[in-house]
Nanobody, 124 residues
């Protein structure tokens, strides 16, 4: 049974930082690219960041590029999202996801497994 469990969300003031973690189990973690997505109330789920299987390649959504950093530790089956210079518009539920094998894509439909999400709220 595949499980992705996010943690690290919370309430932070604008300009602050948070670090999200996503612990994976039940899958061969190192064989999957991983991604972070977010969904704000009334909006569609959007791509935030992705990282290749080895961690050597990363990609970011335009709205977070330069402020967020994705990383992974394959020995711990964990992917991280370091979020700096947070803005109120970053408020959303953040989800980590595991891509289908061999895929490296920002498309939601190419991700097989999803976590339950963690709430991030940025106050102004």
């Amino acid at each position: 049974q595949v499980q992705l469990v996010e943690s690290g969300g919370g309430l932070v003031q604008a300009g602050g930082s948070l670090r999200l973690s996503c612990a994976a189990s039940g899958l061969t973690f190192s064989s999957r690219a991983m991604g972070w997505f977010r969904q704000a109330p009334g909006k569609e789920r959007e791509f935030v960041a992705q990282i290749s299987m080895t961690g050597g390649i990363t990609n970011y959504g335009d709205s977070v590029n330069g402020r967020f950093t994705i990383s992974r530790d394959n020995a711990k089956n964990t992917v991280y999202l370091q979020m700096n210079s947070l803005k109120p518009e970053d408020t959303a539920v953040y989800y980590c996801a595991a891509s289908r094998r061999g895929a490296y894509t920002a498309r939601i439909r190419d991700y097989d497994y999803w976590g339950q999400g963690t709430q991030v709220t940025v106050s102004s």
